[in-house]
């Protein structure tokens, strides 16, 4: 039995069961120091080829997402113009320079050693291409900041993929795809090999997250066939050997499928808070939790409404996405937007938020909050983007209305 993310392994495919297991999206409350950056994934039915590139593809997206969070000295290279790409290369080789200097018992494939009987591939960051790999990933990952795509580019999609009904031999008497076929099956056309690409996009998620591995929390559809079931297995048996990935499946039971550890989660569940509202269905796109101190890379919402307060004075003191906790035997709450000088809090809803699990603990969330003085604004994602005028209108109209004393704590649903 385990009674904290922190305690699920990584660098291996286990199976989650236990009332806290249940298929959420994320954990519901942020997460201890010590456990992975957890990110949350269903692919697509489909070959161990095809969930294999549909994970590296979402891994990718998710790079470019949280860049420049990951590359030390790239947080100033704004556009691609002059000098900016060769710096960018340039800082990307340097960081890949310095993970090849990391202990052979710190690199991603350690955990992998210790629970296979095989010999696991070498480590990504020794690997030749590891640098050239990185600078690429980089330097698409700047061209699509600029751009404000969200996507870091075309090698992710797969293209020119051959081989896609593949078989493999087994490299460690679990199922694990052999690493020649897979690179057949899954690297497009000028791509890094898969085990590279799987390694090294699993260390820079998790840089991105400030953590130092990544977990992905995958919820199992119902309703796949035998072949499916092993498909999905086999492939998360290969993103763990090669990426030093924890694969956390929850969801619907396997039938066909019985090789997989199973882990009881039981965690500890402080008084008031509730567990985290079950997925409403596949997660068609990776999700990850936000980085604090800045808004979501993933939300289009928070940029823009970022980017409108960065011109305007009266925004200073406003910190993003950090955690507030009453007392220290008070859960932690993750605020989307805070003042917290003039005890402002800002919650930006997607529409996941109208379900009735979400709406229930968001009430619980906003009560909290209230207790402890704030007042909780909320705004929609189509607000911000149709109606931003107004939503800085209101705002600006509040923290004045604090900043002078004239305002009382409530919660606007604005």
Same mark, same amino acid.
Not at 46 to 57: F, K, P
Not at 154 to 168: A, L
Not at 190 to 215: C, M, Y
């Given at each position: 039995? =385990?009674?904290?993310?922190?305690?699920?392994?990584?660098?291996? !495919?286990?199976?989650?069961?236990?009332?806290?297991?249940?298929?959420?999206?994320?954990?519901?409350?942020?997460?201890?120091?010590?456990?992975?950056?957890?990110?949350?994934?269903? &692919?697509?039915?489909?070959?161990?080829? /095809?969930?294999?590139?549909?994970?590296?593809?979402?891994?990718?997206?998710? +790079? *470019?997402?949280?860049?420049?969070?990951?590359?030390?000295?790239?947080?100033?290279?704004?556009?691609?113009?002059?000098?900016?790409?060769?710096?960018? #290369?340039?800082?990307?080789?340097?960081?890949?320079?310095?993970?090849?200097?990391?202990? !052979?018992?710190?690199?991603?494939?350690? =955990?992998?050693?210790?629970?296979?009987?095989?010999?696991?591939?070498?480590?990504?960051?020794?690997?030749?291409?590891?640098? &050239?790999?990185?600078? /690429?990933?980089?330097?698409?990952?700047?061209?699509?900041?600029?751009?404000?795509?969200?996507?870091?580019? $075309?090698?992710?999609?797969?293209?020119?993929?051959?081989?896609?009904?593949?078989?493999?031999?087994?490299?460690?008497?679990?199922?694990?795809?052999?690493?020649?076929?897979?690179?057949? *099956?899954?690297?497009?056309?000028? $791509?890094?090999?898969?085990?590279?690409?799987?390694?090294?996009?699993?260390?820079?998620?998790?840089?991105?997250?400030?953590?130092?591995?990544?977990?992905?929390?995958?919820?199992?559809?119902?309703?796949?066939? %035998?072949?499916?079931?092993? !498909?999905?297995?086999?492939?998360?048996?290969?993103?763990?050997?090669?990426?030093?990935?924890?694969?956390?499946? $929850?969801?619907?039971?396997?039938?066909?499928?019985?090789?997989?550890?199973?882990?009881?989660?039981?965690?500890?569940? &402080?008084?008031?808070?509730?567990?985290? &509202?079950?997925? !409403?269905?596949?997660?068609?796109?990776?999700?990850?939790?936000?980085?604090?101190? #800045?808004? %979501?890379? *993933?939300?289009?919402?928070?940029?823009?409404?970022?980017?409108?307060?960065?011109?305007?004075?009266? +925004? *200073?003191? #406003?910190?993003?996405?950090?955690? %507030?906790?009453?007392?220290?035997?008070?859960?932690l709450i993750r605020v989307d937007l805070m003042w917290r000088a003039e005890r402002c809090a800002v919650e930006i809803d997607g529409p996941e938020h109208r379900t009735a699990d979400h709406f229930e603990a968001d009430r619980r969330r906003d009560m909290r909050l209230q207790l402890d003085g704030f007042t909780v604004l909320r705004f929609t994602n189509d607000q911000l983007m149709t109606q931003?005028?107004?939503?800085?209108?209101?705002?600006?109209?509040?923290?004045?209305?604090?900043?002078?004393?004239?305002?009382?704590?409530?919660?606007?649903?604005?």
């Amino acid at each position: 039995m =385990t009674r904290s993310w922190a305690e699920l392994p990584t660098g291996r !495919a286990v199976r989650l069961v236990g009332p806290a297991a249940e298929p959420v999206s994320l954990p519901a409350e942020p997460l201890p120091p010590s456990a992975p950056a957890v990110v949350a994934y269903t &692919p697509p039915p489909g070959t161990t080829a /095809d969930v294999v590139r549909a994970v590296l593809a979402e891994l990718d997206r998710a +790079a *470019a997402e949280l860049f420049p969070a990951w590359l030390p000295g790239a947080e100033d290279i704004r556009d691609t113009g002059g000098g900016s790409v060769p710096a960018i #290369r340039a800082l990307a080789r340097a960081l890949a320079h310095e993970t090849t200097r990391a202990p !052979a018992h710190e690199t991603a494939h350690e =955990t992998a050693r210790d629970t296979s009987s095989a010999t696991a591939p070498e480590s990504v960051s020794a690997a030749p291409r590891f640098g &050239p790999f990185l600078a /690429d990933l980089a330097e698409r990952s700047l061209r699509a900041s600029v751009m404000g795509t969200g996507t870091a580019g $075309t090698d992710t999609t797969g293209s020119d993929v051959t081989g896609s009904d593949v078989t493999g031999t087994d490299v460690t008497g679990t199922g694990v795809m052999g690493t020649g076929v897979m690179r057949t *099956a899954v690297a497009g056309r000028g $791509t890094a090999p898969p085990e590279i690409r799987a390694a090294g996009l699993a260390r820079v998620v998790a840089t991105g997250l400030g953590r130092d591995r990544t977990a992905i929390l995958m919820p199992v559809p119902a309703g796949l066939s %035998h072949l499916g079931e092993h !498909a999905l297995v086999a492939a998360c048996e290969w993103l763990a050997f090669h990426g030093g990935l924890g694969v956390w499946l $929850t969801g619907a039971p396997f039938t066909a499928v019985d090789r997989l550890e199973t882990i009881t989660l039981d965690l500890p569940v &402080p008084p008031g808070v509730q567990p985290a &509202p079950a997925a !409403a269905g596949p997660l068609i796109r990776l999700v990850y939790p936000p980085v604090a101190g #800045r808004p %979501h890379p *993933a939300s289009r919402a928070e940029r823009a409404l970022e980017a409108a307060l960065r011109e305007r004075p009266w +925004a *200073a003191g #406003r910190i993003w996405n950090q955690t %507030h906790r009453s007392s220290p035997l008070a859960p932690l709450i993750r605020v989307d937007l805070m003042w917290r000088a003039e005890r402002c809090a800002v919650e930006i809803d997607g529409p996941e938020h109208r379900t009735a699990d979400h709406f229930e603990a968001d009430r619980r969330r906003d009560m909290r909050l209230q207790l402890d003085g704030f007042t909780v604004l909320r705004f929609t994602n189509d607000q911000l983007m149709t109606q931003m005028d107004t939503v800085l209108h209101d705002l600006e109209r509040f923290l004045h209305g604090r900043r002078s004393g004239t305002f009382e704590g409530s919660t606007s649903h604005a």
